[in-house]
Every structure is written in structure tokens, then in C-alpha cells.
């Protein structure tokens, strides 16, 4: 299943409100790292059904980063019943990422 993209007005349903985890990556396009990790987090999400995997363009959409605190970017964290449960920061390796995502 594809990354999709969510904005300050579609958090809360798309995120807040799923059935399921979320995986959300706050990122920029003007981000390096964020570019590197993007392809990892599409690879994780063809292999997850039990996982939703979302994007937020922090540039576009500042009122939900300034509400969860995203003060570096990559930033991924894992929603649960609409609280972040889990967080990794930073372009890291596919195996360490899924393990602070508890994946």
C-alpha cells in the first residue's frame, strides 16, 4: 500500500481517529535525509496491512508538526489510538527505523 499523503485538515481522521497504527513521517521536500528514508518507508509499507503509512509535509501543514513538537526532521512516529506510542528521528538504517517503529 502506498504512502499517502495527510494535511492539517485530514490528521485527525487519517490519523488520529484509524482503526490500526499509523506511521507518520513528518518531512519537507528541501530535506535531504527525508528524501533518503522516503523509499525505505515505501518498501515497509507494501509489506504491512496491519500498519497504515502516511506522510506530512511539515512546510505545508506547520499546525500539526507544532502540536507533536517536530523540531528535526526526518521525524517518524508511530499513532495509536491517536497518541504517539513510538518515535525514531533521522535517516536511519531500515532495520534500526523499524525496530524504534516497533515494526
Do not use: H
Request: charged letters at 20%.
Amino acid at each position: 500500500m502506498a504512502v499517502a499523503d495527510v494535511t492539517d485538515a485530514t490528521f485527525e481522521s487519517e490519523v488520529l481517529a484509524s482503526e490500526k497504527p499509523v506511521i507518520v513521517d513528518f518531512w519537507a521536500p528541501w530535506c535531504v535525509p527525508c528524501r533518503r528514508i522516503s523509499p525505505i518507508l515505501d518498501e515497509m509499507s507494501e509489506n504491512r496491512d496491519d500498519v497504515r503509512f502516511v506522510k506530512l509535509n511539515v512546510d505545508d501543514n506547520p499546525q500539526t508538526a507544532m502540536s507533536y513538537r517536530i523540531t528535526s526532521i526526518p521525524t517518524i512516529a508511530r499513532f495509536e489510538g491517536g497518541q504517539v506510542t513510538q518515535q525514531a528521528v533521522g535517516a536511519l538504517p531500515k532495520n534500526q527505523l523499524a525496530s524504534q517503529l516497533g515494526l
